[in-house]
């Protein structure tokens, strides 16, 4: 259920309530791709860097440990003990990224896995059936996510498919969530637009998808290739076609500034696995851009890694420890990185929020979003 | 400053007071190498698995990264934000068996860096003077560590040296201690014994070192290629010798089985990376004896790694999710399976006091001694 408590201009603050809590909008969620997050961090940890959503990714349980594992320990929240909200991916994210050997069909697709190379089957009813097994709070639609740049004639037969794999996928969802042994019965589903770069196939895709009753709406297939400047005018495109009153979920983005500027666009759910991956290169984010601890100014430095931080990290620690510990191999470095870089994440997410309960959002995007930018 | 509280045989029941605090012993020190403890634990994790002393490596920090920035960053306490007792070793057992290219002088050794084979001086004084730049609690005495088994002549003129070495050590701490810019002035410094697995070296080399006044006695050279049971006899002959008065600290050691032995022949303060290192090899500790968490036979066990554990893994996770984590390649495998054994160790001191305190050591070790006594 999701609650609009205030916008300005497209930008919206939002509360959404599902099985296992309320989640206040716009939120980063926390990447936890096998069940635990890279960097060392169980979810204890996410709880204490401001973390609301969990999302991992059905994919890979599905390899490992395999979902019929999780459902049989009573569902991920139980497995890797986090009582608050999960979503989980379709999979088809990795089919088409991860996966070798890919076929794919009306039915479905058929792929290798990456571990082992085991022919492995994935359509919308086995997506929808792994997620349930899995519990998580929100389920995806299983889709296909296209490359950019894709041609007119594929992106337009992809996603007419992903169409009718979405009314495949609610179908399944409706029939799995009335068992009575389901895992969440609460569970929800989230339908996806794509259509790649052309704004036409984006506008049917989102009208078609929007008739489809679904409790939130994510733009998929952006952040994989094109520039930022494309994707945003992409989200503007799509946007007014975006039901009200469900929550907009903009999948795997991205920067700082692209969040910022995703919720200038009216999104209010955003993932992205770059604070981790970032944090294991030891390039860090600050509200005054990004920093990579390696360098050797750092050397004395007493300071924390940034002094507008109240992460657990940035309570403790120096920069020179960190640099000390990425240049020493210890595994520590890892964990204090992706620590810090999540909770800036979330925080970022916090003070977004904030801007917008005080009716400043703008002036917060135009501080902010050219000083986040910065790519390292 | 000890205080012998209460002894049954010859185990004793103490307290351990230095600049950071007092220490409860018997007690198991917890090895962070390079200012951080493996599987990604910080200073803030060793308060929550019940580590009273943390000990780290004199030869590591002097290379990197570098004992002259710690001193100049206010101290090691400061630098890995753990403010109890630090115990540093001297640095000799890492160069005689990390490093290459040894050449042992009276003057000291000169060896090649292991990470880039710069060539490095360190003899007693060097030693002093690095620990001292560190600030930790309890400073070790520069000594030559044996490899067991060992030429009588060889290990009579080596622990001949060690206490040559040890009276250069006791002056160089007083002078550096007296400095006004020193960075500990209460750091103590323990001696240590040494002489190979030959019972007259043995006690001749004790009755030297302790007339060299020391906070502390420790057994060297033990636990580097001789059976248990040699290890045991030659502490048998070692301890009538040693001060009552003061702490002993058999160095390197062990198993779970090992320490209570060692508490059973008058020691007091143990370490060694056999916890975490066991527990990067997926092998845990438990009450019942030691586990392979990777093994199959887990894949759906709830349990946790071991129902009679209060640690912060048993409490929450199962070993099914252990075991995926470990099978995933996922870095929180280390993270937990580390807290776990660390927690087990501090546990089985605690319980070694227990048993002290009720005057029912005895029993203690005669039902724990045994079971614990399994390597994976």
Redesign the interface.
């Known amino acids: 259920m999701f609650k609009l408590i205030q916008t300005e201009g497209r930008a919206r603050r939002g509360e959404f309530t599902c099985a296992h809590g309320t989640v206040q909008t716009p939120v980063f969620m926390n990447v936890g791709t096998?069940?635990?997050?890279?960097?060392?961090?169980?979810a204890?940890d996410l709880r204490e860097i401001g973390c609301q959503v969990e999302l991992s990714n059905t994919y890979?349980l599905h390899l490992?440990?395999g979902d019929d594992?999780v459902r049989?320990?009573?569902g991920l929240h139980r497995?890797?003990?986090w009582d608050g909200p999960i979503l989980t991916d379709s999979g088809g994210f990795q089919v088409f990224s991860l996966a070798g050997l890919r076929k794919i069909r009306e039915e479905g697709v058929t792929f290798a896995s990456h571990i082992d190379g085991r022919r492995i089957f994935m359509g919308p009813e086995e997506s929808m059936r792994i997620q349930s097994n899995l519990g998580s709070d929100i389920a995806m639609a299983f889709d296909e996510c296209v490359e950019n740049p894709a041609t007119y004639e594929y992106a337009k037969a992809s996603c007419e498919r992903t169409l009718r794999w979405l009314e495949r996928c609610k179908a399944e969802h409706d029939r799995l969530n009335a068992l009575p042994e389901t895992v969440n019965p609460g569970q929800m589903l989230f339908g996806i637009n794509q259509g790649a770069t052309f704004p036409d196939l984006r506008i049917w895709h989102m009208q078609q998808t929007a008739k489809i009753d679904c409790e939130g709406y994510a733009i998929g297939g952006l952040a994989v290739g094109e520039p930022a400047q494309v994707m945003y005018d992409i989200i503007d495109v799509i946007e007014p076609y975006m039901p009200v009153d469900k929550p907009r979920y903009l999948m795997g983005v991205g920067t700082p500034s692209n969040i910022i500027e995703g919720v200038a666009r009216g999104v209010d759910f955003f993932d992205c696995v770059m604070p981790a991956r970032n944090a294991r290169h030891a390039k860090l984010f600050t509200w005054s851009g990004a920093m990579n601890i390696k360098n050797e100014k750092y050397?004395?430095d007493?300071r924390p890694i940034d002094p507008d931080c109240a992460c657990?990290v940035c309570r403790?620690?120096?920069r020179?420890?960190l640099?000390?510990?990425f240049?020493?191999g210890?595994?520590?470095?890892?964990?204090?990185a992706v620590l810090h870089n999540l909770y800036f994440y979330n925080a970022l997410a916090g003070r977004i929020r904030q801007a917008l309960d005080e009716g400043c959002f703008a002036d917060f995007r135009a501080e902010y979003s050219p000083k986040l930018a910065g790519r390292l």
């Open positions: 096998q069940g635990a997050i890279k960097g060392a961090l169980s204890h890979h490992r440990p594992v049989a320990l009573g497995f890797m003990d050397k004395l007493e657990p403790s620690f120096s020179a420890y640099r000390h510990l240049a020493a210890e595994m520590l470095a890892m964990r204090l």
